[in-house]
Every structure is written in structure tokens, then in C-alpha cells.
């Protein structure tokens, strides 16, 4: 059973930096890609970042600059280290393991809230 569980959300202001970790429990192939999602409320689960197998980085366009996704073969399989945080990065944020063609496993999430 993969379990994935997210820390490091909080609240901060804005022009502040958090950095969120998600660590994994069971067998995760090492194909999987790994990403971060987040989902702000009244709207739609959006891509924040993505790390594939091989190391390949995408960002969307509104975090672009200011986050940055690595991954970790340590306790924290894979980071989001955020900076110059904006009050619209408020948002629950989610760690996804993206494994075709079995699916996606998620964490539970983590609140951020970045105030004015």
C-alpha cells in the first residue's frame, strides 16, 4: 500500500519562503514521476510542479522563478521549496506519485495560506 504524506504547509506572509516535503511509505516503482498539486477553494486541482524519473522539471507558469521541485532518495522523496510566496499561492498543496499506466497516488495535502 503507498501512502504518501505531505509536512511543511503553514502560514506566511507574503514575500515568505515554506518549503514542503512528502515522504512515502511502500513500494513505489522507480519509474514513477513525482509531482505537486494544488487546489485553491471554488476551484480546480492545478499542477504546480513536476519531476520525472529522469530528472526532467516542469513548472506552471505562475510559479515559474519561485518554486522549485527536487527529489530525494533520503526521507523526504520529494520537495517544494517555495519562495517569494503571493497571497493567490493559497491553496491546499498535494504530493502525487504519477505512475502509468497504474495511476496516481496521493497524499492527504497541506494547507498554505499566504496573507497580505
Given at each position: 500500500q503507498v501512502q504518501l504524506v505531505e509536512s511543511?504547509?503553514?502560514s506566511v506572509q507574503a514575500g515568505g519562503s515554506l518549503k514542503l516535503?512528502?515522504?512515502t511509505?511502500?513500494?513505489i516503482f522507480h519509474s514513477?514521476?513525482?509531482?505537486?498539486?494544488r487546489q485553491a477553494p471554488g476551484k480546480e486541482r492545478e499542477l504546480v510542479s513536476s519531476i520525472s524519473s529522469v530528472g526532467i522539471t516542469r513548472d506552471?507558469?505562475?510559479?515559474r522563478g519561485r518554486f522549485t521541485i527536487s527529489q530525494d532518495n533520503?526521507?523526504?522523496?520529494?520537495?517544494?521549496?517555495?519562495n517569494s510566496l503571493k497571497t493567490e499561492d493559497t491553496a491546499v498543496y498535494y504530493c502525487a506519485a504519477v505512475?502509468?499506466?497504474?495511476?496516481?497516488?496521493w497524499g492527504q495535502g497541506t494547507q498554505?495560506?499566504?496573507s497580505s
Amino acid at each position: 500500500q503507498v501512502q504518501l504524506v505531505e509536512s511543511g504547509g503553514g502560514s506566511v506572509q507574503a514575500g515568505g519562503s515554506l518549503k514542503l516535503s512528502c515522504a512515502t511509505s511502500g513500494y513505489i516503482f522507480h519509474s514513477c514521476g513525482k509531482a505537486w498539486y494544488r487546489q485553491a477553494p471554488g476551484k480546480e486541482r492545478e499542477l504546480v510542479s513536476s519531476i520525472s524519473s529522469v530528472g526532467i522539471t516542469r513548472d506552471a507558469d505562475s510559479v515559474r522563478g519561485r518554486f522549485t521541485i527536487s527529489q530525494d532518495n533520503a526521507e523526504n522523496w520529494v520537495t517544494l521549496q517555495m519562495n517569494s510566496l503571493k497571497t493567490e499561492d493559497t491553496a491546499v498543496y498535494y504530493c502525487a506519485a504519477v505512475c502509468p499506466p497504474y495511476g496516481t497516488y496521493w497524499g492527504q495535502g497541506t494547507q498554505v495560506t499566504v496573507s497580505s
